[in-house]
């Protein structure tokens, strides 16, 4: 099983709003607490980007294309990493992925199966 599992993707007309999840099942709340965050997308025939990351006392960052429509937060009882889209556009269509981050922003443990996001009237 992945380290890392992601749901909640989903088909969504454009302006729509979808909240993903990224769970740590295979984890424990001390090792996960203490670890940076992030989602990553990749759309078909692009690279993976990262879009937003939340340090461990919760401080936020964000891609300029998704800044102000794009919500990141954690909660460590659940070992849970969630990602709040609204205002969702066409470009947002991509596969989502979570991961943890080294210090220098490089991801940390395997990629899991991601999760579909699809905006599209």
């Known amino acids: 099983q992945a380290q890392l599992v992601e749901s909640g993707g989903a088909l969504v007309q454009p302006g729509g709003s979808l909240e993903l999840s990224c769970r740590a099942p295979?984890?424990?709340?001390?090792?996960?607490?203490?670890?940076?965050m992030g989602w990553y997308r990749q759309a078909p025939g692009k690279e993976r980007e990262l879009v937003a990351t939340?340090?461990?006392?919760?401080?936020?960052s964000y891609t300029d294309s998704v800044k102000d429509r794009f919500t990141i937060s954690r909660d460590n009882s659940r070992k849970t990493v969630y990602l709040q889209l609204n205002n969702l556009l066409p470009e947002d269509t991509a596969v989502y992925y979570c991961?943890?981050?080294?210090?220098?922003?490089?991801?940390?443990?395997?990629w899991g199966r991601g999760t579909q996001v699809t905006v599209s009237s």
């Open positions: 991961n943890a981050l080294t210090t220098s922003k490089q991801p940390t443990y395997n």
């Open positions: 295979r984890m424990i709340v001390s090792v996960f607490s203490p670890l940076l």
């Open positions: 939340i340090t461990p006392g919760r401080i936020t």
